[in-house]
């Protein structure tokens, strides 16, 4: 209706007067007002099905997993003579039936009331009950010895008053569950498949439950040995589903006496037998609410952002309705194009601030690198044909004899270098680890952390190659100069020329050798220090020196594990001088060292190795994150808290709404739910969502 209309008929009744409730509030007042239309005989405002919904149920509201259509079903219950129109006077007294502590359970007897005596005849309820559940429905049996309790037998059948009803109702969705666990199994050894239960209880529950629950039923089976479930499963589940309240009030408890606002399955069940009067949830219950909640974060120590997929039905992996709609399609495709967009850009801003922060690092480790590289092309066992007699010798000799510059020969190749080495390295390392990781809970076996790391140090060697040998041709140049008189000191792009494409790839065995192996020990090594040592999860994020201590200690086995490796790829990259054996490929060059040096040879430039790694991501990773935040990328929101204290996380999990009449339908429809997924549903080709019986059947005038 519009405005000037709602303004006219407020005067009116200003003038005139109304017979109409007087505890209806401005504010659903105008609510009617501005859904209601005129009826053309009569003049009177009314509201038919189209306009109620759009009345209590408008479309920007969140509906869970209930559709919007099934809010028809309280048409029936607000239109009080079932003349199909609800007059103000109606949406006064469902207004004020929605404001009943028992709003819930009177709504779903009224619907079923169909003569509107104040009880529910067998008849009708059973009735009703076939007309509107689901087509593929698990079926209910209500010849069963559980309904006879409640409405008798066939030859003495009974009315059931308000109270005998809802008690009948509280216990319905148990019954349905017992009943098509009987149905399934077809065995009749207690147990149904994980794909029968996540059935049940969507037939069932559905409409109480996260997304987080519904996406992980098959899952129950993990709880115990076996690779089914067994109906104790099931009614632990329903039992825990069914007793939600109760469950939240105490992890809330536990959570707050907690330090870090975090219990485990023994504290919960501690907090329960203090809270309830006797001993209320059975370890089972608890396995089952723990299993849940730990899916993502299976460290058994859980925080209330865990549990709060679990408890919270309106929980969701994504914030989009279950019935949106082609106009959600349409923005899917529009956010979907954008989002490919943004990683991009987000790949590169990541990618620019990595070769930033990577040529830091390599920057101020490079002299310790070029020591190392220095010291491994020493050759000679005598002690007497040696330049440098260790690494600090090597040290202070490069500054006596070549100035502070020397210790930087060759470093514009490393710092053009470092960029895509690093992005590559760790872009291949995350998406090996991804193929292999299990998406529910973030596990990935030791060996394909392995492969991981492997791979990720195979593709480098593509421009590590040709970067290293260029690298060390120019750091060794200074010595060279000393022992050659008048030998000239060349560029990068002569030493370049002057090697060609398959020069550059000299020692690309040697270099594969190093790097694979590197890898592989250190990325698993740096995850395990992380997660393991330090704690990191999905609640706790590191500081940068925890991170700079990890990636330290994880460089150190990888690096001088690997130093045989590096000292055959210096040997065969470096240009041979008079005099120096000529290696001509791997075996020789490892044949040779052992033969003239010993095996201590191997190890050369080894503790070098180890003072330039484990700073050179310490660097690296610093770098990278003052850059994060010192350069953030546009548009890009403030990255989400991790919540770890009770202070912090106490509204994690919604507050209940008792207030909104839009809230209490929603609950009403939920009890009512309870009998069947789709009750209310429209379905083709009638478009009807709630099917009535007859008027000789009902037995009343309307």
Not at 204 to 216: C, M, R, V
């Amino acid at each position: 209706m519009s405005t000037p209309t709602t303004v006219k008929e407020a005067v009116k009744e200003t003038l005139l007067g109304t017979e109409e409730a007087t505890n209806l509030s401005a504010s659903h007042r105008a609510l009617f007002l501005n859904n209601a239309k005129k009826d053309e005989k009569t003049g009177q405002l009314y509201m038919g099905p189209e306009e109620f919904i759009e009345a209590i149920a408008p479309p920007n509201e969140d509906y869970h997993k209930i559709s919007r259509d099934q809010y028809g079903l309280l048409f029936r219950v607000a239109d009080r003579r079932g003349s199909g129109k609800v007059t103000i006077g109606d949406w006064a007294a469902f207004e004020n039936l929605l404001m009943k502590p028992d709003a819930e359970y009177e709504i779903a007897f009224r619907l079923f009331d169909v003569s509107r005596t104040g009880t529910v005849k067998y008849e009708d309820f059973r009735q009703l009950y076939e007309r509107n559940k689901g087509p593929d429905s698990i079926p209910f049996d209500w010849d069963c010895d559980w309904a006879k309790l409640y409405i008798g037998d066939k030859s003495k059948r009974h009315t059931l008053s308000y109270s005998e009803f809802s008690q009948m109702l509280r216990g319905l969705q148990g019954e349905r569950i017992r009943q098509a666990f009987q149905r399934f199994d077809k065995d009749r050894d207690g147990y149904i498949e994980p794909e029968d239960f996540a059935r049940i209880i969507l037939e069932t529950a559905k409409h109480k439950l996260s997304d987080h629950l519904l996406e992980n039923l098959t899952s129950l089976c993990n709880i115990s040995t076996g690779s089914r479930i067994s109906y104790a499963n099931v009614r632990a589940f329903q039992n825990m589903i069914m007793e939600m309240d109760l469950v939240e009030l105490i992890i809330r408890k536990a959570c707050t006496k907690s330090a870090d606002g975090k219990i485990t399955r023994t504290e919960f069940l501690n907090e329960a037998a203090k809270v309830t009067r006797f001993s209320l949830f059975t370890p089972m219950e608890a396995d089952i609410l723990f299993h849940f909640a730990s899916l993502d974060e299976p460290s058994g120590r859980l925080s209330l952002g865990d549990f709060a997929k679990v408890l919270d039905p309106t929980w969701r992996y994504q914030d989009v309705s279950e019935d949106s709609g082609k106009g959600v399609g349409l923005q899917r495709a529009k956010t979907s194009t954008r989002s490919i967009l943004l990683q991009v850009a987000e790949s590169a801003y990541s990618f620019a601030l990595g070769s930033i922060a990577g040529a830091f690092g390599a920057f101020m480790v490079y002299p310790i690198d070029l020591v190392k590289t220095r010291m491994q092309n020493q050759r000679g066992a005598d002690p007497g044909q040696r330049l440098y007699k260790n690494s600090i010798d090597c040290f202070r000799k490069v500054i006596a004899n070549e100035g502070a510059r020397g210790l930087y020969s060759g470093v514009l190749p490393q710092l053009v270098g470092v960029a895509p080495e690093k992005a590559i390295k760790l872009t291949v390392n995350d998406l090996v680890r991804g193929f292999f990781t299990d998406p529910k809970t973030h596990h990935i076996p030791w060996g394909y952390e392995v492969l991981a790391g492997g791979t990720a140090g195979a593709c480098q060697v593509v421009f590590t190659n040709p970067l290293e040998i260029v690298k060390i041709r120019l750091q060794v140049q200074g010595e060279v100069a000393k022992a050659t008189e008048g030998a000239q000191k060349r560029s990068a792009m002569w030493i370049v020329k002057n090697l060609g494409l398959a020069g550059l790839y000299k020692g690309a065995s040697a270099c594969l050798l190093r790097d694979v192996p590197f890898s592989a020990i250190y990325f698993p090594t740096y995850s395990h220090l992380k997660k393991d040592v330090f704690g990191e999860s999905r609640t706790k994020k590191l500081g940068i020196l925890q991170l700079l201590t990890a990636g330290a200690i994880a460089g150190m086995p990888a690096a001088y594990l690997t130093t045989p490796c590096d000292v055959i790829k210096t040997r065969l990259q470096v240009e041979a001088r008079k005099g120096d054996t000529n290696y001509t490929g791997l075996r020789h060059a490892a044949s040779t060292i052992m033969k003239e040096e010993g095996f201590r040879a191997f190890f050369k430039g080894g503790p070098a190795r180890i003072l330039r790694s484990s700073p050179q991501f310490g660097f690296t990773l610093a770098a990278y994150e003052v850059l994060q935040s010192v350069l953030p990328f546009p548009g890009k929101s403030k990255q989400e808290q991790v919540h770890t204290g009770v202070a912090e996380v106490v509204d994690t999990i919604r507050e209940k709404d008792v207030a909104s009449p839009h809230a209490r339908s929603r609950n009403a429809l939920k009890i009512i739910l309870d009998l069947d997924e789709d009750f209310g549903r429209v379905r083709l080709p009638d478009q009807q969502t709630w099917k009535t019986l007859p008027t000789f059947f009902a037995g009343n005038k309307s």
